[in-house]
């Protein structure tokens, strides 16, 4: 073939690769005099090499780097859909479940609120509030600018710090105010929850980084500080009145003693006898709150990442923070009813949250709700019982215990809701695991 008739077939072979590969990458390498870079997505990145016959190569970028005449791309594609974190599994899993987060989450809690009753009403009030405050603000840093597992890990530990020291700190001092705020607090805790689900939803849904959405929350912790330093008032003498008195006067208290009752605070000075008695006397409210956490959080960390519907416009994060946002609002709702409903035997929200863990449970397993519509219904619901839950528990604590008793009992109260949600992270971490490998 004469050289001309050669030079002319070789630019139609380019130009017949050009407008394919113009259809499928969005270029045009007949372009090949000025380099391009498309940064369309992560991960993507080939070279496009063009060898002495005029045929295009596609190879590795540093494979082709080395023979010349080549440039970098990305591929483009019109219609991007998420890579499944594991394409072996029907569930697209995490490599790291969102249990094992949990963990690094309650764990410093759990250790907190079971030193608590011990020796924690040795530090005054103030010094806590500021500890606790202090490792919110350091968590929201350490996580926004980290970069490795490790790192992020640290940074959840000091949130779990901080919420454990918050929660055992605050609900102690309850017991020196009238028992109305009870109610007050735990709509306020579901609020944080459902403010937080919320906030990161909206920033990041708007376009927001998950960095700067982070530092975005940094005036929290001030917020905390501020309220508690500048606002909160010194309490007074307890008259729970009216209703509550009336309320107060027909349970049956958890101990029956003769002593007069003692002015809010001296629990601190409660002997070890004293404290095992009371402790004996919460079980029946401690033993329900712990199976409904547990139900709960095996739920949230082990079941929520598996209840993956794809015949939806959702992506599977998206359907992730969707249910945390509902389950927030249930708990948020169900938290601020107390002035509406009250319930004495929780051991019956216990008992319908376990049925709800197997219910949820058996659909991961066999996959027959055909609507993810379905599943925000009973995540809301998952929610509503949880709260309903934690405030009437607290409630009826401080109704049945006399001021003595009542900062203890708080304290030791609390380790309830911590305890099932540590005991579900251990069991959810293997199921998910196990889960996961299932084709």
């Known amino acids: 073939m004469e050289p001309g008739v050669r030079a002319v077939a070789r630019r139609a072979r380019v130009q017949r690769r050009s407008r394919s590969w113009d259809r499928q990458w969005g270029v045009d390498p007949s372009h090949l005099s000025q380099p391009l870079i498309r940064p369309i997505r992560a991960n993507s990145e080939l070279s496009l090499t063009l060898d002495p016959s005029g045929d295009l190569n596609l190879m590795p970028w540093e494979a082709a780097r080395a023979r010349g005449s080549a440039f970098r791309i990305r591929r483009v594609d019109p219609d991007p859909t998420p890579t499944p974190h594991n394409s072996t599994s029907r569930f697209d899993c995490n490599s790291v479940s969102t249990a094992a987060v949990l963990l690094a989450d309650i764990l410093p809690t759990l250790i907190i609120k079971l030193l608590a009753p011990l020796g924690l009403h040795l530090l005054p009030y103030s010094p806590r509030v500021l500890t606790s405050g202090i490792c919110a603000a350091g968590s929201f840093i350490l996580v926004a600018f980290s970069h490795s597992v490790a790192t992020s890990l640290c940074g959840v530990v000091l949130a779990s710090i901080s919420s454990g020291l918050g929660e055992v700190t605050f609900l102690s001092l309850t017991s020196f105010y009238p028992r109305t705020v009870i109610s007050w ?175 949820l449970l058996a659909d991961v397993w066999l996959s027959f709700l055909p609507s993810i519509y379905l599943v925000f219904l009973i995540i809301l619901y998952e929610g509503l019982l949880g709260g309903a839950a934690y405030v009437n528990t607290f409630h009826n604590i401080a109704l049945e215990t006399s001021d003595e008793h009542r900062e203890f009992a708080m304290a030791t109260a609390c380790i309830s809701d911590t305890l099932g949600i540590s005991l579900s992270g251990l069991l959810a971490l293997p199921l998910h695991d196990f889960l996961c490998r299932l084709s």
Request: include cysteine; aromatic fraction near 12%; charge should be neutral.
């Open 185 to 359: 607090w735990s709509s306020g805790t579901g609020g944080a929850g459902l403010l937080g689900a919320l906030s990161y939803l909206g920033l990041t849904q708007a376009g927001l980084s998950p960095q700067h959405t982070l530092l975005s929350m940094l005036g929290i912790p001030a917020l905390m500080l501020a309220s508690y330093f500048l606002l909160l008032t010194s309490p007074g003498s307890q008259d729970p009145g009216g209703e509550e008195e009336a309320e107060t006067a027909a349970r049956q208290p958890l101990i029956n003693s003769e002593a007069p009752e003692l002015k809010p605070g001296s629990g601190s000075h409660l002997s070890l006898q004293e404290r095992w008695t009371v402790f004996k006397g919460l079980l029946h409210y401690i033993v329900p709150l712990v199976l409904v956490y547990f139900a709960e959080y095996f739920i949230n960390q082990g079941l929520f990442e598996l209840l993956f519907f794809r015949n939806t416009f959702l992506s599977h994060a998206q359907q992730y923070r969707w249910y945390q946002m509902l389950y927030q609002a249930g708990v948020f709702a169900s938290r601020s009813s107390l002035r509406c409903c009250h319930i004495r035997h929780t051991w019956a929200l216990a008992l319908l949250q376990c049925l709800n863990l197997a219910f």
